[in-house]
């Protein structure tokens, strides 16, 4: 308080006197907090306007994309109102979590990071359209997709951008290598290549006479085969699972 109000002060008090003394801003003079009124504040010997209190920053209010999304503040889908402290929403492209485990979370603009199965952040699924991401066993192999555990992924698929499930071990990669008529291992015994044991088995051959690939009865003929492709046929073998190559 400036020494000219103080003595006004005292002698106001002294003399039983009112006063109201002004400061040049317009603002009353004051001891203590009870001489202002109106939401003032006594400050510096004068009743002041108290500013406003500076506006707290939260994700959902600070102008950038803490999320990554391409969105920011109120034009993210993750921000409920600007006092919300995430941007992170509960759909599966914006919940920050990898819901589908192939190593990628979420819709990013950057193509190198964002989730191949979200097509922007309201995408309700990680999933897509590609055989590696879709959420199914497009090869009938007994595996799913890419994913971030090697005993869990499809092994033909090297990532979850990957449009192939097939792989290249002879029991994955979609060929006939022993032309016997049937291809690679897959859960169906019916369908699934004899000398096929699970999907990382690099050889159609079996244990079979008419699929192990040797000549068993030396008569120049090998196996069961619908090609030529592979070599002379044993005509004593009536199929893969045949036992036997002779009559």
Same mark, same amino acid.
């Given at each position: 308080?400036?020494?000219?109000?103080?003595?006004?002060?005292?002698?106001?008090?002294?003399?039983?006197?009112?006063?109201?003394?002004?400061?040049?801003?317009?603002?009353?003079?004051?001891?203590?907090?009870?001489?202002?009124?109106?939401?003032?504040?006594?400050?510096?010997?004068?009743?002041?306007?108290?500013?406003?209190?500076?506006?707290?920053?939260?994700? !959902?209010? /600070? $102008?950038? &994309? +803490? #999320?990554? *999304? =391409? @969105?920011? %503040?109120?034009?993210?889908?993750?921000?409920?109102?600007?006092?919300?402290?995430?941007?992170?929403?509960?759909?599966? !492209?914006? /919940? $920050?979590? &990898? +819901? #589908?485990? *192939? =190593? @990628?979370? %979420?819709?990013?603009?950057?193509?190198?990071?964002?989730?191949?199965?979200?097509?922007?952040?309201?995408?309700?699924?990680?999933?897509?359209?590609?055989?590696? #991401?879709?959420?199914?066993?497009? %090869?009938?192999?007994?595996?799913?997709?890419?994913?971030?555990?090697?005993?869990?992924?499809?092994?033909?698929?090297?990532?979850?951008?990957?449009?192939?499930?097939?792989?290249?071990?002879?029991? %994955?990669?979609?060929?006939?290598?022993?032309?016997?008529?049937?291809?690679?291992?897959?859960?169906?015994?019916?369908?699934?290549?004899?000398?096929?044991?699970?999907?990382?088995?690099?050889?159609?051959?079996?244990?079979?006479?008419?699929?192990?690939?040797?000549?068993?009865?030396?008569?120049?003929?090998?196996?069961?085969?619908?090609?030529?492709?592979?070599?002379?046929?044993?005509?004593?073998?009536?199929?893969?699972?045949?036992?036997?190559?002779?009559?």
């Amino acid at each position: 308080m400036s020494r000219l109000v103080s003595v006004v002060l005292v002698a106001c008090a002294v003399f039983a006197m009112h006063c109201s003394i002004q400061h040049e801003s317009g603002n009353f003079a004051c001891e203590n907090q009870s001489d202002c009124a109106n939401g003032r504040v006594c400050s510096d010997g004068f009743c002041v306007v108290q500013p406003d209190a500076p506006v707290s920053k939260t994700a !959902c209010n /600070d $102008g950038m &994309d +803490n #999320d990554g *999304d =391409g @969105r920011a %503040d109120a034009n993210d889908p993750g921000c409920m109102g600007t006092g919300d402290t995430s941007e992170r929403g509960t759909n599966a !492209c914006d /919940d $920050g979590v &990898d +819901n #589908d485990m *192939d =190593g @990628r979370t %979420d819709f990013s603009p950057n193509p190198s990071v964002t989730d191949p199965g979200c097509s922007d952040p309201t995408d309700p699924s990680e999933r897509g359209t590609i055989q590696c #991401d879709d959420g199914a066993d497009n %090869d009938t192999d007994g595996r799913v997709d890419f994913h971030i555990e090697a005993g869990i992924r499809d092994p033909g698929c090297s990532a979850p951008n990957d449009p192939s499930e097939k792989g290249t071990n002879a029991c %994955d990669d979609g060929m006939d290598n022993d032309c016997d008529g049937r291809s690679d291992f897959t859960t169906s015994a019916t369908t699934r290549d004899p000398g096929c044991s699970s999907i990382t088995d690099t050889d159609e051959h079996g244990t079979a006479q008419c699929d192990d690939g040797i000549d068993n009865d030396n008569d120049m003929g090998a196996d069961f085969r619908t090609s030529g492709a592979c070599g002379r046929r044993d005509d004593q073998c009536q199929g893969p699972l045949d036992n036997s190559e002779l009559l």
